[in-house]
């Protein structure tokens, strides 16, 4: 079976070849891999056409959201494919990750018969030139996976893209992905969450690169860190956003429960002091570990 891999690229010449070459070193060789450039000014064009990747148009630059939320429209209206990955041009593929991934999707998949389903992993974090930092982002960023409830999830996403398999049953659920997600990964991790299954694997299969361009990457737990969060206020209107829109896109096949949390959570702005805390406990609208949730409840 055909697995289509999802890259999208961006000014990225000068990691894309490595992050390519892992790509075709995979043991799991049945793949295609189609690539949406957002509109990179370098070489990044040059190098993706001396591959064997299809590479879709126009290259204007949307953002990273927008930019695989059009490769996932692509290819469901363009292929028969059963399963996609995310993949971001400047990390390095272990070789054996869609054959791991897959084999943890079928698992999923004969217990779940026809359910939405995606499957993530952990992450080994490297500097620049590859060498590791931390053997597992999951432990480096004080994350487990297990936790991954819908309401915890709208709070926290646990979840990080290019090391997400999911099926077509989720794709066709997830899109479009709208202007309220935070990022196309929460999103779809979010839906997975509420209306399908959420499998993990304990293993890194990928070396995350971290480096000056990373648009999220690997922060760590440590203490300036947590000082710097802790003096910042907690702004949580972008997860609000995220909630208005899962409630409008998905409000006639949720239950009355869910309806509830996200219409409290929705008017979360709007409410007292004493109000909004005990409206995030009320429904553990909470983030993992107990420094990010004192943040939370501390500075809402």
């Not at 208005?244 to 869910?258: N, Q, S």
């Amino acid at each position: 079976m055909q697995i289509n891999i999802l890259l999208s690229t961006y000014n990225g010449e000068r990691y894309l070849k490595e992050q390519l070459d892992s790509l075709f070193y995979q043991t799991y060789k049945n793949i295609k891999i189609i690539v949406r450039d957002d509109g990179s000014t370098d070489k990044t064009l040059e190098i993706l056409k001396a591959y064997d990747v299809y590479l879709l148009e126009p290259h204007e630059n949307i953002g990273p959201k927008k930019s695989f939320s059009s490769l996932l429209e692509y290819v469901l209206q363009n292929t028969d494919s059963n399963y996609f990955m995310f993949c971001d041009q400047d990390d390095v593929w272990e070789k054996d990750k869609i054959e791991k991934t897959l084999a943890k999707m079928q698992e999923l998949e004969f217990q779940y018969e026809d359910t939405p389903l995606l499957v993530h992993t952990d992450l080994k974090v490297v500097d620049e030139e590859l060498k590791l930092i931390q053997n597992s982002f999951w432990k480096h960023e004080y994350i487990n996976p297990s936790i991954n409830s819908f309401n915890r999830l709208l709070m926290q996403n646990t979840i990080t893209g290019c090391t997400v398999m999911i099926n077509r049953k989720l794709a066709e659920l997830c899109l479009p992905v709208p202007d309220g997600a935070i990022m196309h990964d929460w999103w779809i991790g979010l839906v997975a969450s509420k209306f399908g299954k959420i499998g993990f694997i304990n293993n890194g299969t990928i070396l995350y690169r971290q480096h000056a361009s990373n648009s999220i990457g690997a922060k760590g737990f440590r203490l300036m860190y947590i000082i710097e969060k802790f003096l910042k206020s907690d702004n949580l209107s972008v997860n609000i956003l995220q909630a208005k829109a899962f409630l409008d896109i998905y409000r006639d096949i949720l239950d009355e429960g869910t309806i509830e949390i996200l219409e409290e959570f929705s008017a979360l702005e709007s409410q007292s002091f004493w109000q909004k805390r005990k409206i995030l406990l009320k429904y553990k609208l909470l983030k993992q570990g107990l420094i990010r949730n004192l943040g939370l409840l501390l500075k809402i």
